[in-house]
């Protein structure tokens, strides 16, 4: 999209503020309108469980835009701080005039996790059945606290599946500790 549309893309955009625990969509429903996180977090719920953590920067609802899509996750503000979101609803879009020019890029989204070969409940199988080396000493929890921390937040690995707190604790727990020579 060429920078000289983005002003018109920041006049469609709605800025809303959303309290800790309020529902920015609903699993199931048609989707009507694409979200930006502005500020604050978004849990990404399936089925009643929560499987990613949205962040400023991330976005969702993009189908909703282009397709006539039910949305493949329940999104809610997470809190503590409010969540800020800007939003563009299909209409709006559509008469912004954008609409022919914008592609949105082909990404791992929600709805492919469903069909994933490695699904949360055997991936988190597999990882506790692996056997860490006897000489090789467990990682302290708050180590395997960071390391689920950093994989929450990372967003290439949130775009590729959405990981239940077991199986993260799982794969931290399968970490090992190396230590580079300088």
């Known amino acids: 999209l060429p920078r000289s549309d983005l002003p018109r893309i920041a006049q469609s955009l709605t800025r809303h503020e959303w309290q800790p625990g309020q529902r920015l969509v609903r699993e199931g429903e048609m989707g009507s309108a694409f979200f930006l996180i502005q500020a604050g977090e978004a849990s990404v719920m399936t089925k009643h469980e929560t499987c990613a953590t949205l962040v400023p920067g991330d976005y969702f609802g993009g189908h909703a835009l282009t397709t006539n899509q039910r949305n493949m996750a329940t999104i809610v503000a997470k809190g503590p701080a409010l969540l800020v979101t800007l939003s563009m609803s299909q209409r709006g879009f559509q008469e912004s005039g954008i609409a022919k020019r914008m592609h949105f890029p082909k990404r791992p989204n929600i709805h492919t996790v469903h069909m994933d070969l490695f699904s949360s409940q055997s991936l988190g199988k597999e990882l506790s059945h ?11 929890p708050e180590e395997i606290k960071f390391i689920c921390n950093a994989i929450r937040r990372n967003a290439n690995l949130r775009a590729l599946h959405c990981f239940s707190d077991d199986v993260l604790r799982n794969i931290a727990r399968t970490a090992e500790r190396r230590t580079v020579p300088r």
């Not at 692996?130 to 302290?140: D, E, K, M, T």
């Open 130 to 140: 692996s056997n860490r080396p006897s000489s090789q000493a467990a990682l302290p």
